[in-house]
């Protein structure tokens, strides 16, 4: 006899009921004789919504991707709307991505929003993520949804949910839809459509997109310029294939190459470990058509086109990929300039990152005397800070995760445009004799070297979860007084919202949201942050050091020399 605890059982007798089809009810019986620990994985819990919206393995289960945890999710959302948006005509926009089964799940929402009196905008096919937030807005919906699981493995799913400035859900809605999701009963949720409430939008959206891409992405580029770069372009699977192609040619770069291999859309990712430009090996098939092509810079998406990763060659003519904090700066910095130069910088301006990712950012902006706003993990604050200060004018922002957002007319991370973006520095350096990598180089020489790198620790299941979490209560209980020989000079814990400044015991309270987050400072400049991922079973450290660079001759030692230091940390924090 197979033993149940009775809280899990009591979970689990829940989807037993009529509420739930039969095939779902066979599926669970199933589990409870052939695997309980498969059973305790899918309920054990509920799913949660973390920083980039509700991401979890699909399957039966409360903490699974399903018909059931989506169709409540959008039952209470669509209470919410109409208790917040009483008398008004509802709208909503959905888009999906390549994965499996996202577009049966986006009808499956689709068919709740309509059940519930509100007028759906449904893509007839898979589309960026980016090009949701627009729509939301061209259309003036109320509220978006896109099912993706951006870059995570191809077993996952997930929902995000837009509201109606374009951005993320964030405080306090986020806790009050969550509260009433909470409290539905899933026989409450009403899944048959009226289909009389149901548009489909494509072509007409795309292209009101592709040409605010390039208008917001371009930037005075040569004709010339622009047909001289020689650009490798891969959407590893995804859906930026529908956009960027085409993007490119409105704005004038004739000479894209794409990675033929990895054109078609596929929930399998074939080609790649990970669909995740993050990861080196993610776009070595690109990289390889570039050696063949000789290819000027690579443009590499992930499935749903939020994220952008760039390689580009160095000073010895290899191709190099750029971290997310390299090619953040050079965006940031080539659109100051281009505020600087149109005198359009007056004191009312902000570029927007986040806590983990480089302080050169804040460097930058101090530079252009603009202001830089530091938010946490997560595009939905970034999207947040353009909400809340409607009378700054936003330049541009982004974090080390390869994302990045031009101006506000997308409210989130958007590789369509910041791969445009990188073309237009790309081709202006080529232009002039120089190259992005040199670009970059430069800016190192005017505001200091500063260099980053990402650690994550995968733990995965329910003890996964729980060394996670005691990694974090060993890191507060018993915090570091020095890191590799440098004392450490401040610690910002952003659980408890207190900055902790060690060499004067003054405590003062950090005024963001609160996260699970740990940063330590060290005397020698040395940056540390520790916290467990918001979308994936993982723990991560980001690590940031710096020093001051003299020319170019210099480079490559002192480069060396940083990630020595990294090398060094990392060894003495044992990670």
């Known amino acids: ?58 399957g039966i289960g409360t903490n699974r991707i399903n018909k059931y945890t989506l169709g409540k999710n959008t039952q209470g959302l669509s209470d919410y709307m109409h208790k917040v948006f009483s008398g008004e005509k509802l709208k909503v ?39 949701l937030s627009f729509a939301l807005k061209h259309l003036n919906c109320h509220c978006g949804i896109v099912l993706t699981a951006s870059h995570n493995p191809p077993e996952y799913n997930g929902y995000k949910v837009y509201w109606q400035d374009g951005g993320q859900l964030v405080p306090p809605q986020d806790a009050e839809i969550i509260k009433m999701i909470n409290n539905l009963d899933y026989a409450e949720i009403k899944f048959t459509a009226n289909n009389n409430l149901i548009n489909y939008i494509g072509k007409g959206v795309d292209d009101v997109f592709i040409d605010a891409s390039v208008k917001n992405g371009s930037f005075n580029t040569p004709k010339e310029a622009r047909e001289n770069l020689n650009i490798v372009f891969t959407s590893l699977h995804g859906t930026s294939i529908t956009t960027i192609p085409e993007t490119f040619k409105r704005a004038g770069y004739t000479n894209v190459n794409i990675v033929e291999e990895q054109r078609e859309p596929n929930g399998d990712f074939p080609t790649v470990v990970s669909p995740n430009p993050e990861e080196p090996e993610a776009l070595k098939m690109a990289i390889e058509l570039a050696n063949k092509v000789n290819g000027d810079i690579v443009i590499g998406t992930d499935p749903d086109s939020d994220r952008v990763g760039i390689a580009v060659r160095d000073l010895n003519n290899e191709m190099v990929i750029l971290n997310g904090n390299q090619a953040m700066l050079l965006m940031t910095n080539f659109l100051l300039k281009q505020w600087k130069n149109n005198n359009k910088i007056n004191n009312n301006q902000f570029i927007g990152s986040t806590i983990v990712s480089t302080p050169m950012m804040s460097v930058l902006a101090q530079a252009y005397k603009v202001e830089c706003k530091i938010g946490l993990t997560g595009f939905k604050w970034i999207a947040k800070m353009i909400k809340d200060f409607p009378e700054l004018d936003f330049i541009g922002g982004g974090e080390e995760s390869f994302g990045f957002m031009v101006g506000d007319f997308v409210r989130d991370k958007d590789a369509n445009t910041s791969a445009l973006l990188a073309c237009e520095i790309a081709a202006q350096a080529k232009a002039n004799n120089s190259s992005m990598y040199q670009e970059l180089i430069n800016l190192y020489i005017e505001h200091g070297f500063y260099k980053e790198r990402l650690i994550s620790i995968t733990k995965k299941g329910i003890e996964g979860a729980k060394a996670i979490k005691q990694m974090m209560v060993d890191a507060r209980e018993n915090p570091l007084k020095e890191v590799n020989g440098s004392k450490v000079t401040l610690i910002e814990d952003y659980q408890l919202s207190t900055s902790n400044n060690i060499t004067t015991g003054e405590i003062s309270k950090i005024n963001i949201p609160k996260s699970n987050v740990l940063i330590y400072y060290t005397q020698d400049g040395s940056k540390i942050a520790l916290r467990p991922s918001g979308t994936e079973p993982k723990i991560k450290f980001y690590i940031s050091v710096n020093t001051t660079l003299d020319n170019v001759a210099d480079f490559t030692a002192t480069e060396q020399q940083l990630e020595a230091k990294i090398d060094a940390i990392i060894k003495d924090m044992q990670l």
């Not at 577009?103 to 068919?111: G, P, Q, W």
């Not at 309509?114 to 007839?124: K, M, Q, T």
């Open 93 to 131: 926009a959905i888009a999906f991505d390549c994965r499996h089964n996202s577009k049966t799940l986006a009808k499956v929402v689709a068919n709740v929003f309509s059940a519930n009196n509100i007028e759906v905008f449904l893509f007839e096919d898979l589309r960026p993520t980016p090009e």
């Open 1 to 58: 006899m197979i033993y149940i605890e009775p809280k899990l059982l009591e979970r689990v007798n829940t989807w037993l009921t009529p509420a739930f089809d039969q095939e779902t009810q066979t599926h669970i019986k199933d589990l409870i004789g052939t695997n309980p620990e498969e059973l305790k994985e899918s309920f054990y819990k509920d799913l949660e919504f973390g920083t980039g919206g509700m991401r979890g393995v699909m």
